[in-house]
Structure formats: structure tokens, C-alpha cells
């Protein structure tokens, strides 16, 4: 389906179109915690950004506020130079997609009625799915190795089936930015290569990827910029092969972290 859609503000976003996403002086709360304090960042189109920090320090609330889905305590965001709480959710919705860090369904469906829904932004209102969008749908499944499963019950899936059916929603919604918040949950550690290859090779397409992470090792092999998120409102940003290091991980992590270097990859372990 590649015929461009109307947005909701006028404007016709072409499926899988290069989005641009802005902080400007945004500072993220929980309570009377200030957890980021005023990130200004532009999220470019090719790239891959991930974002560490410990437990509790910001990096879902980072996530969801840069998805518009809470307001930023200070500071504003912009999705292709418009300011995001002035856009409609289906305007936000054919640019931007989130894939949260756990998933509660409340209904059981089909593997492929769930990847279906990531159609949803692209449809009128009380258009169905057409055949399109189911070839769409099977194609995201069998990129997440669940093809065979489309017609599985939800409730029969595993964890790890699960993850990956929701991953195969967000490929099929088709976004120019993807917000990932700890995509590699409960995925084997096939699966979690398979998935960051996925988002590595879209970000190399054109598309812009921000995902939180907690293992640095994955950070050093699939990003190309990290934010670090120290949860008292300090952040780093920097290219990989500059902000990772042993030294800047112990004190993120407030324990202490060495760097092995494996057949030309960074590993990085707690000391």
C-alpha cells in the first residue's frame, strides 16, 4: 500500500516517509522527581538511538513522552516541525509508532488480527482491511519468524511469541519513527538479534529508530548514537565509539563495568 494517506492536518504522509523528531529543552517528572532536565536532541532519519539508564531512571517515561502519549514538564516537541501536542493521535500515528515494554491484551485474538491493527492508522474510518493489508501483515510475521503462527490464538503464544507478534504490529503500521521500549523483552538471544537486525536495517532505509535498552552490549552493536540517563536529571548524548565506554557505563550503572573487545566487537560485563 503505498498510495499516500491524508494525515488529519492537510498533509498526505506517504507510508514509511522519513520523519523528523525534536526535543527542545524537554524535561521529564515523575512526581517531585525530576528524572531528565531539558533534553534538546533532534532525531535524525537513518539512525538508530538508544537509550540506558538505570532502573527507574526516566527511560520509559523519556519514551512514551517522546511518543506525545504524557506532556513533557517543560520544554516542547516537534514531529516534522510541528509542535506534537497540537497534532491529532492518527496524524502522530502515521509517523511515529511505540512498541511499549509490556503488553496487556484484554480480548484474544489471532497472531495475524493483532499485527492487522497496526493497519489501523492507514484506513478510513469503518474501512476494512483490504488484501493489501493482509499481505502486509504476513510479510511482518514471517520477518519476526512467527509466519506459520497467524492464525494461533494470542493466549496460546508464548512470551517470546508474543513480543514478536507485537514487534510484526509496529512493522506493519509502517511509521517513520519507531519508539521501541525494551524490545528485546523475553526474546532468546536468537530473537533479539533478529528483531535489532530488523530495526538496524530500516534505520539504514531511511527510518529513524529510538529504543531503550538495558543490555550495553547490544547498544554498542546495533546503535549509532546512546542517551544516557542518570535518573537525577542528568543526560549524555554522544556517538557510540565515544559515549560508550567501561567508564561512563559504571558510573550510569553505579557499579563498576569493563569493555572486552570480541572479534572486533565491544562487550561490555560488570567488573
Known sequence: MDA??????????RPGAAARLAARAVSVRAGARELVRELSLEFAPG???AILGRNGSGKTLTLH???GLRRPACGELLLDGVP???MKRRAIALRLGLLPQDLEDAFVTTAMETVLIGRHPHLALWQWETAEDERLAHDALASVDMGDFAGRRTDTLSGGEQRRVAVAALLAQQPGIFLL???TNHLDPHHQLVVLGLFRELARSGRTVITTLHDPTLAARFADRVLL???DGRWTLGAVS???TAEALSELYLAPMMQLDQEGRRVFVSA
Open 229 to 231: 540517563l542518570h535518573g
Open 84 to 86: 506534537l501536542a497540537q
Open 242 to 244: 565515544q559515549a560508550l
Open 181 to 183: 521500549d525494551e524490545p
Open 65 to 67: 513522552t517522546l511518543a
Open 4 to 13: 499516500a494517506v491524508k494525515s488529519g492536518n492537510g498533509a498526505s504522509v
Open 47 to 49: 539512525e538508530l538511538v
